[in-house]
Structures are given as C-alpha cells and as structure tokens.
C-alpha cells in the first residue's frame, strides 16, 4: 500500500483546507487515519474512519472542526479543516490499517494499529 498526501499549505487563523490521502495497491484497508506532528511534539491522532465510513472518530482537539470522509471508489480518504488555528500547524501524516476488520475507536486513535503511512503534508496556520 502506498499512500500520497496532498493539500497542506499555508493559511490564516480561521481558514479552511482539505487534506487528500490517495491510496494504491491492492491490499484491502479496513481504516484509514490522520495523525499531525509538531516540532518538538510527539505524532498526535487526529481522526480516522473505517473502510464503509461507518465509524468515524475524532480528536477531542479538532472535533467539530474536522470532517475526514471516504472516497473508496477513488481509494481516496479526505480531511476537511475548518477554523484552522495556529495551533494546528504540523505536519499531518495518513496512515491505513489492513489487518482486521472492526476496530474499535481505542484502536483507531492508535498510530500502532497502522500499517502504512504517507509521507506527510505541511499545514502552517498564521496567526
């Protein structure tokens, strides 16, 4: 599975942008997540969803801020970015799971259950 993250840049406080995390491969991935780090910081969960978009789960950080969804048709997962604040710069890194189905929220908040990462886009929130 390789996994390609687009969409990062640089914006202000209170902007919008939408993450995009394009998988190949022919491997099935159960769940799909989004994870951020800071300088300094240790990798942080931000949300994930399962392979039928039937479980999703947030950060308490970013909830009701970000929106990830599913694409399967295009093997694409997005994150939707809304009222972006300064503390929300990082790089943000897409991850998928393929051994298990049916994980619960505890597991998908964890970056050990992934199997593959992308490598990461910067988004710079000014203040």
């Known amino acids: 599975v390789q996994l390609q993250a687009s969409g990062g840049g640089l914006v202000q406080a209170g902007d919008s942008l939408r993450l995009s995390c394009a998988a190949s491969?022919?491997?099935?991935?159960?769940?799909m997540g989004w994870f951020r780090q800071a300088p300094g910081k240790e990798r942080e969960f931000i949300a994930a969803i399962t392979y039928d978009g039937a479980t999703t789960n947030y950060a308490a950080s970013v909830k009701d801020r970000f929106t990830i969804s599913g694409d399967n048709a295009r093997s694409t997962v997005h994150l939707q970015m809304n009222s972006l604040r300064p503390e929300d710069t990082a790089v943000y890194y897409c991850?998928?799971?393929?051994?298990?189905?049916?994980?619960?929220?505890?597991?998908?908040?964890?970056?050990?259950?992934?199997?593959?990462w992308g490598q990461g886009t910067q988004v710079t929130v000014s203040s």
């Open positions: 491969g022919r491997t099935f991935r159960y769940a």
């Open positions: 991850a998928a799971h393929v051994r298990i189905a049916n994980l619960d929220v505890t597991a998908m908040s964890s970056a050990e259950t992934y199997d593959f």
